[in-house]
């Protein structure tokens, strides 16, 4: 049975449309075809047009759902019919009910609302994250000011501190950190050394590639790697831990408690890792130097004991000092960034993930600038 | 009668040592309105849950629009996804996507529906659940409560489902906003015929909308009827329930 879904037809004398068969969403592309070809002059009774439709008969109709009713009341519409109006003649209740409901639903309606507003144009956009950015350091900026007199506060007076919290965060920020930083440093140091080794030995300087070692590892690659490391770990899940907090509203709880949200989750997680990155830092010097001695023995002919002996006259001690004052720095940098981020922003989940991975880009990238002014300061005072 | 659209038959859930549903039967035909009740921990979401697919029962058979839901292939299942529509109780909208895209999601996914014919049903959809239609180009985060309830209740009429499933969906709202609510599931279901299977606390829902009520208690359902039936009951939680709502309207007059 091939039976037209509509067709306009003749009753006493005034054009109508007659719909039959299955009228549901799953069949809107036939259904807009049918109705398309219903107007196409060829088909239309003669000496009607199809703004004069006086009514829809829906006696063959055997379903009718919304989606299926939008398209004809749009159809109408286009026609010059009113759909709320026109008459209906041989509807079941139910699909005169759908009819008009949709019709009703659908009176005046432009669709265009719900669409967002159009994209900004490439210089529009550029000027736009400008300003974001410029925005967002800022109010890094303020909140790090607000840290530090939170901090300043808890040393004054002690008993604002948490240390429950504070001992779990040393815990999660430096001891759970110790393995990954001594296997990446240790790998560095022994590639470092191997690369240098192949230029010290063409000249005879095997014992040099302690010297380059000692100092590149303890002055800069130690503090990078590890503040490379931190950021990807406490830093991302700094944000993620209050971002979820915030979006669970347990820091309004806390608000409401009477309780400092400061106090009792910034603070401890900037301290704890202000206060344990150098020794993060110095546990990746003594990896990476072991990782260099062991290539040294290996490749270079560089006894263990030479190496130690070399390093005492070679190295002096600071640039380990220099390496390890960069460290609270790049922990501050990267606490501040982690929390606040965790801490701003809309309350929703795709915030959340967004701002755990800026936090990770942030950090590096801040930690590689704040390295490069100690670098620039260093070389005024000639050190 | 025709096939019910609805068929629990022996379904147990325990979790761990906490058994939630012994031997649950329930049966719900075409077009019914249905409100189901229990206390805290009588696995009135879980039932809901286990019928639409996201949890498995321990035991029992779970019949939806036809199909044994558990016993279903991927085909099957997805045909059977497209013939429901769920409304979570927070709503559980796409954070990621505007409210009009959301609502749109459910019709891109289908292929059914010709890409010129999705943005009016957008906004049919939207309309329908009684939101202005520049609520449409919003993001999740920026609506209210009542409002990302509405954006849910679109989002799950996208594809015209048979059946409507929602969990709590007047909690949180004023009665104002609530009732309004009410009338919505009404009217889909006397309008549209669609068959709506809500759990609610709502007391004022049950006694303006709900045509049959179900109690779930210690595992089973415990009373199934009109209000008028489940009223007369006398199992002490149901008592206990409806009297804390003739409390809780006595007291003004006795105050004043």
């Known amino acids: 049975m091939t039976q037209d879904a509509c067709r306009i037809g003749v009753d006493s004398g005034r054009p109508v449309l007659e719909l039959a068969g299955d009228w549901r969403l799953a069949r809107l592309p036939e259904l807009a075809r049918a109705l398309r070809e219903a107007r196409a002059p060829s088909r239309q009774p003669a000496g009607f047009d199809r703004s004069s439709l006086a009514a829809i008969d829906g006696t063959d109709l055997s379903a009718l759902d919304t989606a299926a009713a939008l398209q004809l009341c749009r159809w109408l519409r286009a026609g010059g019919s009113d759909p709320s109006s026109i008459e209906l003649l041989g509807f079941e209740q139910g699909h005169e009910r759908v009819l008009r409901l ?36 800022r109010g890094h900026v303020g909140f790090l000011g607000y840290v530090l007199v939170e901090i300043g506060r808890a040393l004054v007076d002690p008993k604002q501190l948490r240390f429950g919290e504070l001992l779990t965060q040393l815990s999660r920020v430096c001891v759970s950190a110790v393995p990954v930083v001594a296997l990446v440093t240790c790998l560095i140091g022994l590639v470092f050394a191997y690369l240098l080794g192949l230029q010290a030995e063409q000249y005879g300087a095997n014992i040099f590639v302690v010297d380059g070692v000692a100092l590149g ?35 309004d709880a806390i608000a409401v408690l009477g309780l400092s949200v400061a106090q009792v989750l910034v603070v401890p997680r900037v301290l704890a890792l202000v206060l344990t990155m150098p020794l993060l830092v ?18 270079l002919d560089v006894t263990p004991s030479t190496f130690v002996s070399r390093l ?72 | 009668m025709t096939e019910p659209v609805i068929e629990l038959r022996g379904v147990g859930t325990r979790f761990g040592s906490q058994v939630v549903h012994e ?46 839901v558990w016993a279903a292939d991927a085909a099957q299942l997805s045909a059977l996804r497209r013939r429901f529509g769920m409304m979570f109780q927070d709503g559980a909208l796409f954070s990621s996507l505007s409210v009009a895209a959301n609502v749109a999601v459910p019709l891109r996914e289908s292929r059914l529906v010709p890409a010129e ?17 520049d609520a449409g180009a919003k993001m999740p985060s920026e609506l209210s409560g009542g409002m990302r309830k509405r954006a849910a209740i679109a989002r799950a009429l996208a594809l015209e489902p048979e059946v409507l499933f929602l969990d709590e969906p007047t909690s949180g709202l004023d009665p104002i906003t609530a009732r309004a609510f009410d009338r919505l599931l009404e009217s889909l279901c006397e309008d549209l015929g669609i068959t709506v299977v809500l759990v609610t606390h709502d007391l004022d829902s049950l006694m303006t909308i709900a045509r049959r009520i179900v109690v779930l208690g ?23 329930y409806f009297s804390s709502r003739q409390l809780a309207t006595g007291q003004p007059a006795n105050a004043g």
Not at chain 1, 290 to 295: N, S
Not at chain 2, 218 to 240: F, H, K, N, T, Y
Request: proline share 4%.
């Open chain 2, 117 to 133: 014919m999705i943005e009016p049903l957008v906004a049919l959809r939207l309309a329908q659940a009684g939101l202005p239609l």
């Open chain 1, 102 to 137: 949709v019709a009703r639903t659908s009176d005046g309606q432009d669709e265009s609302d719900a669409r967002p507003p159009a994209r900004r144009g490439a210089l529009a956009a550029l000027g736009a994250s400008t300003i974001a950015m410029l925005d967002m350091l």
């Open chain 1, 312 to 383: 005492h006259d070679a190295l002096a001690p600071r640039h380990v000092l220099i390496g390890l004052a960069k460290a609270p720095f790049f922990a501050l940098l990267i606490a501040v960034i982690g929390c606040r981020m965790g801490m701003t922003g809309p309350r929703d989940t795709r915030t959340i993930g967004t701002h755990t991975t800026s936090t990770v880009v942030q950090g590096i990238v801040g930690v590689i600038v704040i390295d490069a002014i100690f670098a620039i300061l260093m070389q005024r005072i000639g050190w």
């Open chain 1, 282 to 299: 110095f546990v990746g010097n003594v990896a990476g130097l072991a990782g260099a001695a062991a290539i040294a023995d290996l490749m």
């Open chain 2, 23 to 68: 031997d649950l039967d329930l049966t719900i035909g075409r077009g019914e309105l249905v409100a189901v009740i229990g206390g805290s921990g009588t696995g009135k979401s879980v039932m809901l849950r286990e019928i639409v697919g996201l949890q498995r029962p321990d035991a029992g058979s779970v019949r939806l629009l036809g199909t044994d």
């Open chain 1, 217 to 251: 590892m303890t002055r800069e690659f130690s503090p990078m790697i590890v503040a490379v490391i931190v950021a990807g770990r406490s830093g991302a899940a700094f944000a993620a831990q209050l971002g979820t907090m915030r979006l669970n509203e347990e820091t």
């Open chain 2, 218 to 240: 210690r595992g089973r359902v415990a009373a199934d009827g009109d209000l008028e039936q489940i009223m007369a009951s006398d199992d002490p939680w149901i008592r206990e």
